[in-house]
């Protein structure tokens, strides 16, 4: 609940206990919200409790309170792109103060993303169930953004995405790519069959490797359970799609020295990460309980200072804007499989995941949300780069 300007509000000097409500009805009201109001953003309060968990936990709080059904919304996503599109946190008062002071406190001063604890979030998050994800995503399994330009589908904007970057890493037959952070294989698969080009991936989750070595049986790609850390060889070109989000600040320099070590001199690295728009120094305490443990997302300030010194950017394409699209596509998706998904996950899950994927897609159409495709190279390559931009599906080679 960040970014933009709202006006300023003095709870300090009220009776918390007793003005909670009034103060919290008051900074939904600044960003057009309404608590029991007509609107579909309006949120409906079921328990009064809400108000109790919000003071004390703030956006933990919220999150927890939606979990437990105490309020909903008919239209979340759109109550979110409200609330992200506000200061909201520049008020926070009460004991949710302190816990938001501590969770800056954490970030600042401790790596949350050490070796030690870089599978947490594989065992937590990507291990959930692979049926959960084949029934939200497209057929290459592609969780992140997808492409829209000319896409109506998400199977469309998945396969422009993977075209997208397989065009900008100018990959050739015979070329050794390594995917850091290669998900269910989808890149890995679609650029061994259509570049013709040999794929190490890395995973950190379990059932990632183990659908990815399934999915991409027969050819010339090896799909490892291995943190990027421990890395080594030569690659003529390097991907990371959707990994660099679980890197943490305190590790950006590291993870550029391992991929400048690990690129050919006249090799290409594509990134492509969710950004914010401003440096952030906590995380949302509820995604970070819920979600993606030990996250954060980078600022272009973050990524261009750990850039300084050891990589050309050669270009930078930002299409934030889609993933909202991708994430209501991954909705539709998850709502309509849900009734076979029910018995194994339940209710409590299902409003978890439902706050998670609206609450996102709120995220990215307040702008809050970037997402960047980066292109680096080595200054040795003496190569001139041409960017990339237009993607049809005529143009694919199936």
């Not at 992140?144 to 199977?155: I, K, P, Q, R």
């Not at 060889?233 to 020295?257: C, L, P, R, W």
Request: proline residues 3%.
């Amino acid at each position: 609940m960040t970014n933009g300007k709202a006006s300023e509000l003095t709870p300090t000097t009220l009776n918390m206990k007793a003005n909670g409500p009034k103060i919290i009805t008051q900074l939904f009201e600044h960003a057009g919200v309404r608590l029991n109001g007509d609107a579909p953003w309006d949120m409906t309060i079921y328990d009064d409790i809400f108000f109790q968990k919000m003071f004390a936990k703030w956006e933990l709080g919220i999150g927890e309170s939606y979990m437990d059904g105490d309020w909903d919304s008919v239209q979340l996503d759109e109550f979110f792109f409200k609330i992200t599109s506000h200061d909201l946190e520049q008020t926070v008062a009460g004991p949710a103060k302190l816990r938001f002071l501590l969770e800056i406190f954490r970030q600042k001063f401790f790596n949350l993303q050490t070796k030690r604890r870089a599978f947490q979030v594989g065992e937590q998050h990507y291990d959930i169930g692979n049926d959960l994800f084949e029934s939200m995503l497209d057929s290459n399994m592609m969780y992140s953004c997808g492409y829209w330009e000319h896409a109506t589908t998400l199977e469309e904007a998945q396969l422009h995405k993977l075209e997208l970057i397989c065009r900008k890493l100018e990959l050739k037959p015979g070329e050794k790519l390594l995917d850091i952070g290669c998900g269910w294989g989808g890149l890995a698969r679609y650029a061994a069959e259509k570049y013709q080009v040999e794929v190490v991936g890395i995973t950190i989750s379990v059932e990632q490797q183990k659908l990815a070595q399934e999915r991409c049986a027969g050819l010339p790609v090896t799909i490892s359970l291995t943190d990027y850390r421990e890395l080594s060889g030569q690659f003529d070109k390097i991907v990371s799609v959707g990994m660099f989000e679980h890197v943490g600040a305190k590790n950006y320099t590291t993870y550029f020295d391992v991929v400048e070590k690990l690129l050919k001199p006249k090799g290409l690295f594509l990134l492509h990460t969710i950004g914010n728009y401003v440096t952030e120094n906590k995380r949302d305490m509820w995604l970070d309980k819920y979600i993606f443990p030990n996250g954060h997302l980078p600022s272009a300030k973050q990524i261009a200072s750990a850039l300084e010194g050891r990589f050309l950017i050669d270009d930078w394409h930002n299409f934030g804007r889609d993933y909202d699209r991708t994430l209501m596509a991954w909705w539709d998706n998850f709502e309509k499989a849900w009734p076979a998904l029910a018995d194994k996950y339940g209710e409590r899950f299902y409003r978890m995941w439902k706050y998670f994927l609206l609450s996102s897609a709120g995220f990215f159409r307040s702008g809050q949300g970037q997402l960047w495709q980066v292109v680096l190279s080595k200054r040795d390559r003496q190569l001139t780069y041409r960017s990339v931009r237009g993607i049809s599906d005529s143009k694919i080679v199936r």
